[in-house]
């Protein structure tokens, strides 16, 4: 309506309002999408976090994340690509935290080690692993999720194995035996993390924690 007054001669001043509006519907175009996408994703993984993998439906993610059907289908073809791209979602939210701790962690090895571990074992307790855990379980009777998770988890354990090099840093990461102990201590946090799902505890108070510290000094600091 705007444009069509606008192009009347009775009104000149209406022409520089029009053009802001057009500008402002192309503008936030591209910025709508990516908003849109996140309140999807978000919502999906709160979903999955607080209700499990069977009632993560798309239904419930929509009304969630109040949008328009069409809206959630343009972004999300499947629920499986949904649902792999919402655990990874927050994954790369961990990830540019992590980027952020690394500059303030110590730089002597066995206090980096000790921040290091710890930093990793508070990521298991966050909801990227909850949401990928759901996942994991439900991709064992869903083949066609399964065939959306294999691809993406092996690039997503890249993206893992690259922020643990990054967070351990150079001196650490190049010692022999670096790759044994990234994998054992990834592996282990992993499957000690599985018991908090039925026996809530203090992530803190984690004996394994000592553990894990006693094992990465006794490979990394050793000639």
Do not use: C
């Amino acid at each position: 309506m705007l444009d069509r007054m606008s192009s009347s001669p009775d009104a000149p001043t209406t022409e520089p309002e029009a053009v802001r509006r057009r500008g402002a519907e192309r503008r936030p175009q591209a910025e709508r999408s990516q908003e849109t996408r996140t309140r999807i994703l978000d919502a999906a993984v709160a979903l999955l976090v607080e209700e499990g993998y069977a009632r993560a439906n798309t239904l419930a993610i929509q009304a969630k994340a109040g949008v328009s059907r069409g809206r959630l289908l343009h972004q999300f073809p499947s629920k499986e690509e949904l649902l792999v791209a919402a655990a990874h979602h927050v994954w790369e939210q961990r990830r540019g935290k992590n980027a952020q701790a690394e500059t303030s962690l110590p730089t002597e090895p066995g206090a980096r080690i000790d921040a290091v571990i710890e930093l990793l074992w508070s990521t298991f307790n966050e909801n990227q692993f909850w949401a990928a855990t759901e996942l994991w379980v439900a991709s064992r009777t869903e083949p066609a999720l399964a065939d959306v998770i294999r691809p993406a988890e092996r690039r997503l354990g890249r993206a893992i194995w690259k922020s643990m090099d990054d967070l351990f840093g150079p001196e650490l990461a190049a010692h022999p035996t670096y790759p044994v102990v990234r994998h054992t201590l990834f592996t282990s946090m992993r499957g000690v993390a599985l018991t908090y799902a039925f026996d809530q505890r203090d992530p803190s108070t984690e004996p394994s924690l000592a553990n894990w510290k006693q094992l990465a000094k006794a490979l990394l600091l050793r000639d």
